[in-house]
């Protein structure tokens, strides 16, 4: 049997996956294993109906996780409900072009992301590229025509774990002409 009302959701404080049971019942205990490793990880008890119980962040990836519920002995019985969920940190990086001339704006970036939670609809994932020094924003993994200067890129997947890179795109020197003359 599958637990109900268990999800996935990213822990702010790590930024890291995190499992979370809602509308528990009273005295079921609940265990975390990550991989296939035979003792749990945490263990939580739920004291009243209705509690919600948060586990610890998952700090391996990838990581297979999976959460028994183990109702206690009734009439020599012991019940158990389980979830699994597969768990991969999310990555992100930015490969970037420096402008070719300078007070040209032809640098441009390209976000590489992969793990995460991504959505299961286009886009996989949340964009937002920051200009540093202007504040513009572009909502994309892809620009094309960026002035130098400095850049944030910040990705985030579907239960709201996010990735940021800081880069910078820079240009040449202005050139500087000397005329000789000769007499």
Sequence with gaps: EEIKDISLFCDPTANKAAVKLENTEAGIRYD?????????????TANNTGDVLTFSPVTESPAT?????VEPK???????????FNVVELYA???DNDITCNKE?????????SGGFPSSSFPLYSH??????TGEEIS????????AGKYQYKVEDNI??????????????DLQATIIQED
């Design 128 to 133: 937002l590229l920051t200009n540093i020094d």
């Design 93 to 95: 990086s930015v490969v």
């Design 105 to 113: 704006k032809d640098g441009k970036f390209i976000a590489e992301v």
């Design 65 to 69: 996780v999976r959460v028994i519920a």
């Design 74 to 84: 009734a009439q020599n019985c012991t019940r158990q409900m389980s979830k699994e």
């Design 140 to 147: 994309d993994s892809l620009a094309t025509g960026l002035p």
């Design 160 to 173: 709201k774990c996010t990735r940021t890179v800081d880069f910078e795109i820079t240009e040449p020197k």
């Design 32 to 44: 975390l294993y990550v991989n296939d490793n035979d003792n749990a990880v945490e263990n939580l």
